[in-house]
């Protein structure tokens, strides 16, 4: 059985850092793609990043430059470097096998003074 488990999330000012993890398990963990999603109050939730097995990587255009996808194939494990958040990354975020169905339960990030 597939489990996606998030780690990482908490309030953090404008301007400061959080670094995200995803633990998958039941999984040939390097052989997937692998996704970063996010979902704020009262709106959809929004793709922020992919990483394909041979470690390419795509962001959506609000966190480029500032976030940065990663993985290690030995730990099982995709990553989420959030730098210089804002009030506007305020979500609960999810990890994705891409080409699977089913969420971990999400990591809860809020960017606040």
């Known amino acids: 059985q597939v489990q996606l488990v998030e780690s990482g999330g908490g309030l953090v000012q404008p301007g400061g850092s959080l670094r995200l993890s995803c633990r998958a398990s039941?999984?040939?963990?390097?052989?997937?793609?692998m996704g970063w999603y996010r979902q704020a109050p009262g709106k959809q939730r929004e793709w922020v990043a992919t990483?394909?097995?041979?470690?390419?990587?795509n962001y959506v255009d609000s966190v480029k430059g500032r976030f940065t996808i990663s993985r290690d194939n030995a730990k099982n494990t995709v990553y989420l470097q959030m730098n210089s958040l804002k009030p506007e990354d305020t979500a609960v975020y999810y990890c994705?096998?891409?080409?699977?169905?089913?969420w971990g339960q999400g990591t809860q990030v809020t960017v606040s003074s």
């Open positions: 990483i394909t097995s041979s470690g390419e990587t």
């Open positions: 039941g999984i040939s963990f390097d052989i997937y793609p």
């Open positions: 994705k096998i891409i080409t699977l169905s089913g």
